[in-house]
Every structure is written in structure tokens, then in C-alpha cells.
């Protein structure tokens, strides 16, 4: 089906990565042309980072590497280190994951981006770089944390280009960024790999930005590759399973197959916000809010990074001043301080986007636990309370979970853990931040049906905060959408994302990626 | 509005050591006047005298007050023992111990980062193993001993006393040379004992950031490994390190107590020494005053300096 490729910018014959006696790569073939774009897919640990380090051969030294890496026809692995460093970035750069971290943070960006061609001796201008992805000449002298996360995704896009490699790896470029800033980013993207005829090797856990990016898709599973094709033949009729189980976990706006939460009839309210207020200093992060929650209900606060959404659910929580404005829960005014604080607290419960960073490392599963129990001071065995909650997040049996420390568990786990957690306190209602955003496809459809059926069996009712539409149409009864500091539009579901009213929803569903 | 702040905060300490230096030299037990004229025969008058000489007799916040107000004039007040102003006492000490814990410092902050620098870069290679292994080693070993071990290993190599000879030509290359001479054992031995702490907080702020996804980035561009380290990796290593550095410059001021009196060194160490053999309170005070506003100081600066070396941090 692919045409025979005379002159490929990159092939991989047969290659093959092993830490230790662990192989996390199997056997991978791959050609791509010049001007090619190809997608990369697959979950967490299936060895699609190690294929994009492997071109480069920055694999740490305890990698062994077996087959063949053709760079332009020379083989990456054989090169003595000298003609390795002169094809590093010249041949082939790499977009790095998490530009924030990827970045050197004490030097200005202008500067890194000027690295690569003082030392390989490219002719060409910074700012003619920044303008090719439509950053403002000024940013040159920016330092990696005055910028945003879009700002600092195009500023490794513009280093990427700077030599004028022939291929380009993207690994996950968009990866932590909300879904317009995230469209911006491969629109640019897209065009500069098109004016400038690269090959374009693209990894991603998410489908969708890959369907939306690339022409051509691969599928890697537990190393191997399971699956390679023309996108769209790909999406549409998957022969892999793991691919089937890929396009599946993505949910589409629209679809009823997708559409999980199941109608409730209108509910009594449990918490509602009143004219809310916060400032930051000069800033007003809330502005004027009404949301109402009902008891047993899901509510989907969705809006961009900076929309103020973060900050509304801290003040519903309790965890910030308003500065004006009220918040009721069951009836009553949300309580400011002491022990009406701390016992309102109890009925409301956070869980937060990435499970790794809020459990800490160091405290086995019980105590990670029991932790609410023990700062509320709640009667009765710790240890079967422990079980209880445990168990009703879906680590069963919980004995086997107990002792375990979070490194031991899988991210679907651990967000297991979290949500255990909060349960543990019977709490009414559970603040969701992104509770899905770092998982895999996979995983994330698992602990959306968790959610739901927590809803259906204990009437727990949930505010799920997410720049992730789609989740919002999988889970939600009612979808508020914040801009600016106000919500510019509530409604059922089906109202909001099918037949939206506000100019900005509809430019938030028009970024969404479609597969 | 910060760089007030730390301004602020560095005079209320300022503050805060003139205040401690005072009342902590009053509540250590024993009479300044009894040990004054230990061993020489005195009457109650002569005794009487000399306290209202000093200011002893009057009530205790009024010695207070003219004690505050004459250090924001600069006046320490006086000896007991040397019978002169404390600031001209210090002042005259001031010089040799900068010239040896200023050397022994500069050379051991240079030779510490740069070995730290080294061993993390090559973790667990046995140059890394050396270089911690011995600079623990000598973080360990008491100070007195080691310089005392010097001067029996070296013979008559380097002089082991004083910071001159008597008989030296006056001229200016002579006396250089002399003190360069006397220099050389005192201040390997200072050097040898504080090295390591660098050393360690080089390698381990290094070691953190040995793992950072910008030293993939550096290293995919096409960069030397020790360009990678250099350009990237030390730059945001030697944050921490900068911070430690100034603290001990700092300490530079308070000298090396031990290694002045191994070696006879008339610096400020040796002075704090005989200071509290005496005990000579006002000197003792003054010496608090001047060694601790020198790490206050010091401390600010650093703050200040940490602001431009790292963009994250906004000083002013």
C-alpha cells in the first residue's frame, strides 16, 4: 500500500531495546519519506518514547540497542560520536514533551534557540524563526517561566527548525496544553511541516491530535507495532485489537455510544454558588459566578488554562476567601473558619489531575488512605474503613493494595487510590480536577464508569473541572463553561455541546481534535 | 519593594546581634573588674575607680543605651586587656585574617565546586570516589591536629608561627614574599578542612539535575558533553551553591579560631581566643558585633546576587 520509498529520511530496520533483560522495544520496522508525516500512537510503556530517543541514540548507556537506525541513509549507530553530534538537530531535531521542562530555565530563549546554529554553523535569524511560529520578537529575550505553555511549546517548535533538519520527532508537543492552545500549536505545526517539506515523526498517546496531525499512523503495543496504515483506514477499521480498544476510549462529541452518564431526574440542590467574587491583588479570577450543583449530580466546569475554573473550585472548597459573593452547601453558608470548616470540609472531597504527584512516595496505600480519618478524627476500625473505601474504587482485594507504595502501582491505580481516599469519608460531593487528563486511554474510560457508578450506588455528586470536552460528554449531567472569570454558558449536555449559544463554546468545540 | 524587604530584614538583624551582644556578655558569670586585675594587688577604690572608668557601676539599661548609641557611632568601647578602643584592636586585626581565610577560602570554593563538578559528572568512577572519600576524610580530622601533622611532615620547610619573620628586609617584595612563606601552612590546612562542604554541595545540587529533560535537549542538539555540563547543566547547579559560598565569606571575617592559634596568625581568631581567656567583655562584644554583621551581610548579598543569577527569583 505505501509506495516503495526510494530515499527515506528515516528507517528503522528491525530495531530492538533492552534495559536489562526487560525489552521495551520489539522488532520495530519503519520508513518515512521526506515530507511524510507520521503518527506514533500508543498507551504509556509501550516504547514509543524509546523509538524517538533511539534516532538520536540518547538512550541512557544501560539501553542496548539491536537492528539497524538509518538517518538519511547512515546508520545512527554506527556513527563515531563527532558525526553523531554534527546530525544531531542538523539532520534531525526533536519537540520535546513538557517544553517547561525541556527548556534550560536560567537562560533567556532567544539564546537556546540560537545554540543550535552558532554550532552547526546554520545562517539564519531567531527572530525570523519566531515569526514562522507566530511568536512576538520580544519573547527572544524571555526566560522559559515568563512565558505560557503555548508560548513555550512554539519557542521548542522554532529551536526544532532552527538547523532546518530534514525530520522532526514530536514527542507528545501538546500533551499538557488545553485544547485551543493545543489546536494553535499543531495548526503551526502542520503548516511549517508542509511549507518546508519535513518528515514529520509524531508520538501521542491521544488519537485524535495524531489523526488531526498526520497522514499516516502507527500503533505500538507492549513494544511492538501493531499496526501501520493510512490514518484514516486506520481509525475507521482498525485490525488490531489494542487499536480498536484506542479509537474506542476516545469519546465522540455527539455519539450516544460515548454518551455514558444516564438522564437523573432534576435533583435538590446540594451546593450552590451565588455571585461569586475572587481577586487575586488587581485581578479578578472569579467574576460574578451562579452555578448550582444538585444532590447525586455531575457537573462539568469546562474552559481554557487560566479561565479562572481552578480557582472557583478552590473557593467552593473552602480553601479560599471570596471576596464576594456566597457559597451555600445543603442549605447553609460555607463556614470560613474552625471546626464548621474543617467538618464541611469532610463532605467535600478533591481529587486531583495527576495521581503521581499527589500521593506522597513515601506513604504505603493504608496510610495514603486513612490519612482524612486520621486529621478528622473518625471513630471506628481504621483498617475496615480503609477496606471499604479501597474496595469501592475498584482495588480488589483490598489487602493486596494496602501495603504497596505508590511507585508500585499503575497510574490507573493510583488515581484509584486517590479517589479511595476521598471516599473514605463519605463525603457528598467530590470536586474532580482533570481526573483523567494523565491517564491512558484505556485506564481513563475505567475510571469514568468508577465515577458514574460511585454516583449511582452512593448518590455522590461531582464537579468535574477539565478543559476535556469529550470527558464532559461522556460524564456529565450539566456542563458550565468558563471564560474569563465568568460562565458564559450553563445547560444540560446536549444543550451546550450540541446546539451551543455562546461564541466561545463554539470556538472551544471547534479546537477539539476530531478522530 | 522585595530588595526593601531584605534590606529591612537585614537591619532588623543587624539589630538584633548588637542587642545579643550586649546582654549575652553580661549574663556569663564573673566579675570584668576581678579578672582585670587578676594577680595584682588591688583596694576596693582602685576597683571602684575602674568601674565607673567603664561604666560598670551605673544601672544596667543605661549601660545599655550609651553602648547602642555609641556603636551607631562606631565606637565598640574599650579594651580591658589592651587598654586601647576595641574597634582599633579589631581593626588592626582585621587585615591578617582576611589575607588567610579570604586565600583559604577563594581556593578552597574554587577547588570544591570544580571537584564537585567533576564527581557528579562521573558518578561512582573511582575519581568520584576519591574525592569524596578524601574530603570527608579531612572534614573529619580535627583541625588543630591536622596543622600540628603539617608542621611535623613539612620540617623546616614553611614557617609554623606568626605571619612574618623580624629580621626581614623592609621593602615591599621581601615582606610579600615573608608573609606568602608563612602563608602557605595555615591556609592548606584551612583549605584541606573546609573543602569538602563544597565538594558535597556542588556534587549533589549537580546530581539533581543530571536527570533534567533540558540536558536531553542540550545533548540532542548536537552539543559536547562538556559543553552540555558547562553551558547547562552547572549554570543551574550552582544556585544552591552560591547561597553556602556567601554564608562562609561571611564567616571569612570571624577567621579560623583554631588554625590562627595553631599558628600563631595575629588575625581576628586568635584575637577571639585571647579575648576569652580573658574575658574581655567589650571585645568579646565587639567581636560578636563585627563577625555577625559580617554574615548578615554577607547572607544579603547573597540574596541579591541569587535574584541575577536566576531569572526565577525577582530580587528588586
Known amino acids: ?515 | 519593594m522585595r530588595l526593601a524587604g531584605r534590606l529591612g530584614g537585614a537591619a532588623v538583624s543587624l539589630v538584633m546581634v548588637a542587642v545579643l551582644g550586649f546582654f549575652l556578655f553580661r549574663v556569663v558569670p564573673g566579675d570584668p573588674v576581678v579578672s582585670m586585675t587578676r594577680g595584682r594587688p588591688t583596694t576596693a577604690a582602685m576597683q571602684a575607680e575602674l568601674r565607673a572608668q567603664f561604666g560598670l557601676d551605673r544601672p544596667l539599661h543605661e549601660q545599655f543605651w550609651s553602648y547602642f548609641t555609641s556603636l551607631l557611632r562606631g565606637d565598640l568601647g574599650t579594651s580591658f586587656t589592651f587598654r586601647r578602643p576595641v574597634a582599633e584592636v579589631i581593626a588592626e586585626r582585621l587585615g591578617p585574617t582576611l589575607l588567610l581565610v579570604g586565600t583559604a577560602t577563594v581556593i578552597a570554593v574554587g577547588l570544591g565546586l570544580w571537584l564537585g563538578v567533576r564527581a557528579a559528572w562521573r558518578r561512582d568512577s573511582a575519581f568520584d570516589r576519591a574525592t569524596t572519600g578524601v574530603s570527608l576524610t579531612l572534614w573529619a580530622v580535627p583541625t588543630f591536629w591536622l596543622g600540628m601533622l603539617l608542621m611535623m611532615v613539612t620540617g623546616d620547610l614553611f614557617p609554623s608561627r606568626g605571619m612574618r619573620d623580624t629580621d626581614t628586609a623592609p621593602d615591599f617584595v621581601s615582606q610579600a614574599l615573608d608573609v606568602g612563606h608563612h602563608l602557605v601552612l595555615p591556609s592548606i590546612t584551612l583549605v584541606a578542612v573546609v573543602c569538602a562542604e563544597y565538594v558535597l554541595v556542588m556534587r549533589s545540587s549537580l546530581l539533581e539535575e543530571m536527570h533534567a529533560p533540558y540536558l536531553v535537549t542540550a545533548r540532542a542538539k548536537g552539543l559536547r558533553d562538556d559543553l552540555v555540563r558547562r553551558r547547562h547543566a552547572v549554570p543551574n547547579a550552582v544556585l544552591p551553591a552560591i547561597t553556602l559560598v556567601f554564608l562562609r565569606f561571611g564567616l571569612v571575617v570571624a577567621g579560623a579560631i583554631t588554625t590562627e592559634t595553631v599558628f600563631s596568625w595575629p588575625g581576628l581568631g586568635l584575637l577571639f581566643y585571647d579575648a576569652l581567656t580573658g574575658p574581655d567583655y567589650f571585645l568579646l562584644q565587639g567581636l560578636l558585633v563585627v563577625t555577625a554583621g559580617a554574615v548578615v551581610v554577607m547572607n544579603l548579598l547573597a540574596d541579591l546576587l541569587h535574584g541575577v543569577l536566576d531569572p526565577r527569583v525577582k530580587v528588586v
Open chain 1, 1 to 515: 500500500m505505501t509506495p516503495e520509498v526510494t530515499n527515506p529520511v528515516l528507517e528503522l530496520k528491525k530495531l530492538t531495546v533492552h534495559y536489562g533483560h526487560k525489552r521495551v522495544v520489539d522488532d520495530v520496522s519503519l520508513t518515512l519519506a521526506p515530507g511524510q508525516t507520521l503518527g506514533l500512537a500508543g498507551e504509556s510503556g509501550s516504547g514509543k518514547s524509546t523509538v524517538a530517543m533511539s534516532v538520536l541514540r540518547l538512550l541512557p548507556r544501560t539501553a542496548r540497542v539491536d537492528g539497524e537506525i538509518l538517518l538519511d541513509g547512515h546508520d545512527v549507530q554506527t556513527m563515531s560520536w563527532g558525526t553523531l553530534r554534527a546530525v544531531r538537530w542538523a539532520s534531525a531535531s526533536i519537540v520535546f514533551q513538557g517544553a517547561m521542562h525541556s527548556l534550560n530555565p536560567v537562560r533567556r530563549v532567544g539564546d537556546q534557540i540560537a545554540e543550535p546554529m552558532r554550532l552547526h554553523g546554520t545562517p539564519g535569524r531567531v527572530t525570523e524563526l519566531l515569526e514562522q511560529v507566530e511568536l512576538p520578537l520580544e519573547k527572544a529575550r524571555a526566560y522559559p517561566h515568563e512565558l505560557s505553555g503555548g508560548q513555550r511549546q512554539r519557542v521548542m517548535i522554532a529551536m526544532a527548525l532552527a538547523c532546518g533538519p530534514r525530520l522532526v520527532i514530536a514527542d507528545e508537543p501538546t500533551t499538557a496544553l488545553d485544547v485551543v492552545v493545543q489546536a494553535q500549536v499543531l495548526t503551526v505545526m502542520k503548516r511549517l511541516v508542509a511549507e518546508q517539506d519535513l518528515g514529520l515523526l509524531m508520538i501521542s498517546h491521544d488519537l485524535s491530535v495524531l489523526a488531526e496531525t498526520c497522514d499516516d499512523l502507527a500503533v505500538m503495543h507492549r513494544g511492538a507495532l501493531v499496526e501501520r496504515g493510512c490514518t484514516r483506514e486506520v481509525i475507521a477499521n482498525p485490525r488490531h485489537p489494542h487499536t480498536a480498544a484506542l479509537t474506542a476510549a476516545f469519546p465522540v462529541i455527539g455519539d450516544p455510544a460515548h454518551r455514558w452518564a444516564e438522564p437523573a431526574a432534576a435533583p435538590e440542590p446540594l451546593l450552590e454558588v451565588r455571585d461569586l467574587v475572587v481577586d487575586y491583588g488587581r485581578t479578578r479570577a472569579v467574576d460574578g459566578v451562579d452555578l448550582t450543583i444538585g444532590q447525586g449530580e455531575i457537573v462539568a466546569l469546562v474552559g481554557q488554562s487560566g479561565s479562572g475554573k481552578t480557582t472557583l473550585a478552590r473557593t467552593i472548597m473552602g480553601l479560599r476567601k471570596p471576596s464576594s459573593g456566597r457559597v451555600i452547601f445543603d442549605g447553609a453558608a460555607v463556614p470560613l473558619k474552625g471546626r464548621a470548616l474543617k467538618a464541611f470540609r469532610r463532605q467535600v472531597q478533591l481529587v486531583l489531575q495527576d495521581p503521581a504527584s499527589a500521593l506522597n512516595p513515601r506513604h504505603k496505600v493504608l496510610d495514603a488512605v486513612a490519612e482524612g480519618l486520621r486529621v478528622h478524627r473518625i471513630p471506628g476500625d481504621e483498617e475496615s474503613l480503609v477496606t471499604a473505601a479501597v474496595e469501592r474504587a475498584e482495588l480488589r482485594p483490598a489487602n493486596l493494595y494496602l501495603d504497596s507504595l505508590p511507585h508500585e502501582l499503575s497510574g490507573g491505580q493510583q488515581q484509584r487510590v486517590v479517589i479511595a481516599g476521598a471516599l473514605v469519608l463519605q463525603p457528598r460531593l467530590l470536586v474532580a480536577d482533570e481526573p483523567v487528563a494523565s491517564l491512558d486511554a484505556s485506564v481513563r474510560g475505567e475510571i469514568v464508569a468508577l465515577l458514574l457508578r460511585l454516583r449511582r450506588e452512593l448518590g455522590l455528586a461531582s464537579l468535574i473541572i477539565t478543559h476535556d470536552l469529550g470527558l464532559a460528554w461522556q460524564i456529565a449531567d450539566r456542563v458550565a463553561v468558563m471564560h474569563q472569570g465568568k460562565i458564559v454558558e450553563q445547560g444540560s449536555v446536549e444543550q451546550v455541546l450540541l446546539n451551543p449559544s455562546h461564541d466561545y463554546t463554539r470556538a472551544l468545540l471547534r479546537a477539539v481534535p476530531q478522530v
